[in-house]
């Protein structure tokens, strides 16, 4: 079976083409940047990184979130936010950090107050994260996504060429800047495993622009007299089927685990979906439209000669 | 063409094979158990064990198998025998209270042989078997200061057995010691120096007084005592308490990190944890004048007192204690001092017979407030006055004291017997999972692979036919591999684990995808089907190194900087990326060239 019959010949690096998808590039990064930056909460920040106090609370029957929001405002706790979480009888609480609490004590009284008169209830998770933590886990985090991309720069550089390496880290910008920006548009839940998937998607993405490379340099040296854009445009094409079917299996699995991984997991699977989607886009037009802008051509590749003495004594 | 020596061939079943052994653990599950561990940490041994299991027979309970792991006692029980486990829990741990220390577990399910082989499956993560997770941090500043009270008292003790007058004042880690002239500040400054010579002597603008602190060395090994001595003290806490498999491991300069796994109930334990309650002992001063006196507040009823200063015996001297009654049915903890805290007792008590002695509780209790817009921990110190008493006669290192409930006193027995820590420690991050909640992350995450692989699975076999059935038989052995590895290291897995199996189970066939469309663009370029296997392979050889190198960096940064959840997905990630390469490309390889190598065949089922 074939997705693709016979060979693509799609130019996607063609002028209008490469305006066009410039145009919902800057378009997406822009609304991305914008939500982040407009918005009074850019993002849903987890406990991870705000510190508070996380609850999630099994009830025997389906709960009544409006009287456990009033139980807890009635407790004092007029700042929780209560949720369904998965199902009718879980629920979420989440709190921003309690002053004035002994943290065991306040554990106990949450838990009073949740259960209120029902009795069976189930504390299936409760998560404390002091602020400084959580401020520490924020830095790690951006700290870790700023060296994956240096690291990357760096290897594509070596094995490539730097317009390549640009192109990559460009391409690499772009799918974090756009997946952090849909949880930012669709208020989703951001916490540490969101970060462990925005990293993933990195290596994702990259692993796409640098099959694309790869092929791309082969065909500067295998297809002479044709422009770059041409023989990068024939390399995106043969690459296309592959290209397309790693991105289905990937997405195959994704999709089995947003749909059956559970609650928790559930903004991790988001967060790599969006960011598989938009780093396979990335991979066939920012990257390479990137090189091509930077002027990459196949004397790029070409290992330098590295003793000029030598082409004196060439007949 | 496309024949593998045969070695190679031999070799690829052997590390199938070897990955096969290695994760056949896991398939068995665990089940319910109990752990017996000496109190003392001797070995228990076969004998111990024989007569623990006679006990359990005499109760008519019986383990499907029992065994000794690592000096500990491990008795497991039938899958979901939770009532049984429970039961042997009660029952060996009132028949053996004193000798060892019984905790409720899970136990690898697997049978004995496979036990024997020393196989073990992968461990399971917190929030996949529940527990619970906390993050202490040390007060770092409080251990500092505990030593430089240390350093206050003694040379204050000195300057006075020489008749220097003086004054000492103790403020923020620095000790002023003002004398009475120029004279007297060199004595001094012999005197402590003496005394102490690794501390730093400055003088004070006065010209008369010395300024004493402690080196950044002295500070260092100070802050690295107090989170050794602190660790001890919590794994001998977690000991008594009874969890199996604790964890408890510094992170970064100032920070503990326990894990107990298993842990149903955790409020009495996280109380345990970082409680600081402590007692010390000290002369009533009489007169109410004595320099150093202070006045300590009586808890209840109890009367309040102006103590001396000095210390007869604290709490990091008591080395046993157990809670128990008086004679008269009142509530006490029977103390055993160490023997210097003992010979000081004897000192005092033989000096001060008919005089007034009291007993002071200690305990930091943590609060948030907010400074300055922000919420953060503080800890303060109360002192009360529990008991009175007049010193009838001399007593050494055994002794008791009373004024606590029962409550108080048992807990109170365990903190002595487990050490004090030796500074205050705050919870900054806690994590409980309910068993519940655990148990259903196993089973949502397996589905998600199952379902995950199944889909891949079908499609790899419709989309390459015969060399998607060839993949698909890499993607499982890489599955086995993944689980294998993870059992030999002894990694735990855990729900972001899980999910990093998943994304692997998706990407792996990448290397697979690669090779297989190069072979399809080979033979429409009109080459031979044997010389299209083999540049294929050749040919995408090196896009598969670019790619997975690429995504090994993002798994090796996330390993580098990420914490609890994080560093699970990287490590599954990583192992998964290196599996699947030996997988996706020696392992089809070799299928292929059994399967197509060395015959004329005319068209390839790709």
């Known amino acids: ?84 979480f998965g199902t009718d009888t879980d629920v979420l609480v989440r709190l921003p950090p309690q002053e ?171 967060a790599l979906i969006v960011g598989i989607v938009v780093g396979t886009y990335s991979s066939i037009y920012t990257a390479s439209a990137t090189a091509l802008l930077l002027g990459v051509n196949a004397q790029d590749l070409l290992e330098p000669i590295k003793d000029p003495d030598l082409i004196d004594d060439l007949p | 063409m496309n024949r593998y020596p045969a070695w190679l061939n031999v070799l690829v079943l052997v590390i199938l094979l070897a990955g096969i052994m290695l994760a056949l653990p896991n398939i068995y599950g665990s089940a319910p158990a109990v752990q017996l ?240 309650a402590t007692l010390e002992f000290r002369m009533v001063d009489t007169t109410g004048d004595m320099p150093g006196s202070r006045r300590y507040p009586g808890r209840g009823d109890e009367a309040p007192q102006i103590l001396k200063r000095e210390v007869i015996a604290s709490g990091d001297e008591i ?47 943590e609060e948030s407030v907010t400074r300055g817009g922000k919420t953060v921990s503080r800890k303060f110190k109360t002192e009360e006055i529990i008991g009175t008493a007049t010193i009838r006669g001399v007593f050494k290192n055994r002794f008791q004291t009373t004024g606590l409930t029962p409550n108080e006193a048992r807990e109170l027995a365990v903190l002595m017997r487990a050490g004090a820590l030796a500074a205050p420690v705050y919870k900054v991050d806690e994590r409980t999972i309910g068993p519940s909640l655990g148990q259903d992350n196993i089973d949502r995450g397996f589905n998600a692979i199952k379902i995950g692989f199944l889909a891949v699975i079908v499609f790899m076999a419709i989309y390459y036919r015969w060399f998607g059935m060839i993949a698909n038989v890499a993607l499982f052995s890489n599955l086995v591999f993944i689980v294998a590895v993870l059992s030999l290291a002894g990694a735990s897995l855990t729900l972001p684990g899980i999910a990093g199996i998943v994304l692997t189970v998706g990407m792996a066939v990448d290397a697979n995808v690669l090779i297989f469309e190069r072979i399809r663009e080979e033979l429409t370029a009109g080459a031979q089907p044997q010389a299209a296997i083999n540049s294929g392979y050749e040919k995408a050889l090196s896009s598969i190194a670019d790619a997975n190198v690429t995504t090994l960096i993002a798994a090796i940064v996330l390993l580098a900087f990420g914490t609890g959840p994080i560093k699970g997905f990287a490590i599954t990630l990583m192992i998964g990326i290196l599996t699947s390469m030996f997988t996706a490309i020696v392992g089809t390889r070799s299928i292929v060239n059994l399967v197509f190598g060395g015959r004329k065949i005319t068209s390839l089922p790709i």
């Open chain 1, 100 to 270: 004035g609490w002994n943290p065991d004590e306040l554990r106990e009284e949450l838990r009073r107050t949740v259960a209120g008169d029902i009795s069976n209830v189930q504390l299936r998770r409760v998560e404390s994260v002091s602020p400084q933590v959580g401020k520490e886990l924020a830095e790690q985090g951006g700290l870790a996504m700023i060296i994956a991309l240096l690291l990357i720069f760096v290897y594509v550089m070596v094995r490539f060429q730097w317009k390549f390496a640009a192109g990559a880290v460009a391409a690499l910008a772009h799918d974090v800047i756009v997946t952090v920006g849909f949880f930012s548009i669709f208020h989703l839940p951001f916490d540490l495993t969101v970060v462990a998937a925005v990293l993933a998607v990195i290596g994702y993405s990259l692993n796409d622009t640098v099959v694309a490379f790869d092929r791309i340099r082969e065909n500067f040296f295998k297809l002479r007299g044709i422009s770059a854009e041409e023989s990068m445009n024939t390399s995106i094409n043969e690459m296309l089927a592959r290209t397309l079917i790693t991105g289905f299996t990937t997405l195959f699995v994704l999709i089995a685990l947003l749909l059956f991984g559970g609650e928790s997991i559930a903004p991790f699977s988001i």
């Open chain 2, 37 to 276: 561990a000496d109190v003392e940490g001797a070995d228990i041994t076969q004998t111990q064990l024989d007569n623990y299991l006679r006990v359990l027979e005499n109760d008519g309970i019986s383990p499907e198998s029992a065994y000794l792991d690592d000096g500990r006692a491990v008795i497991r029980f039938a899958k979901g025998a939770v009532e049984d486990q429970q039961t042997a829990g009660a029952r060996l741990r009132a028949r053996y209270e004193n000798e060892s220390n019984v905790a409720l577990t899970l136990a690898p399910g697997m049978p004995d042989w496979v036990r024997e082989l020393g196989l073990n499956p992968m461990s399971l993560g917190l929030d996949l078997r529940g527990g619970v997770y906390v993050l202490l941090e040390v007060d770092m500043d409080t251990a500092v200061d505990n030593r430089m009270k240390g350093y206050e008292q003694d040379f204050d003790d000195r300057l006075r057995d020489a008749r220097i007058r003086h004054r000492v004042d103790l403020n923020n880690q620095t000790l002023t010691i003002r004398l009475q002239s120029a004279e007297d500040m060199e004595k001094a400054r012999e005197i402590v120096s003496g005394a102490d010579s690794d501390v730093l002597i400055g003088d004070g603008t006065d010209g008369k007084s010395l300024i004493v602190r402690m080196t950044e060395a002295q500070i260092k090994e100070r802050q690295d005592f107090a989170i050794e001595q602190n660790m001890t003290t919590l794994r001998n806490r977690v000991d008594q308490l009874g969890v199996a498999e604790p964890l408890v491991q510094r992170q970064g300069v100032d920070r503990i990190v326990v894990q107990l796994p298993g842990v149903q109930d955790p409020t009495e334990l996280q109380k345990i944890l970082t409680a600081t």
């Open chain 1, 1 to 84: 079976m074939r997705i693709l019959k016979n060979k693509t010949h799609i130019d996607f690096l063609g002028q209008t083409r490469r305006k066009i998808a410039l145009i919902i590039s800057a378009l997406a990064v822009t609304v991305s940047l914008g939500s982040l930056i407009v918005q009074d909460t850019p993002l849903e920040f987890g406990i991870d990184f705000t510190g508070g106090v996380l609850l999630e609370v099994g009830y025997p029957q389906p709960a009544d979130i409006e009287a456990i929001r009033s139980d807890l405002a009635a407790a004092g706790f007029d700042d929780a936010q209560v949720q369904r």
């Open chain 2, 319 to 365: 080395i046993d204690a157990k809670s128990g009654f008086t004679n008269e049915g009142q509530p006490a903890v029977h103390i055993t001092l160490d023997s210097a805290g003992g010979e000081r007792m004897l000192a005092t008590t033989r000096e001060n017979v008919g005089k007034p002695m009291s007993t002071v509780f200690i305990e930091w209790r």
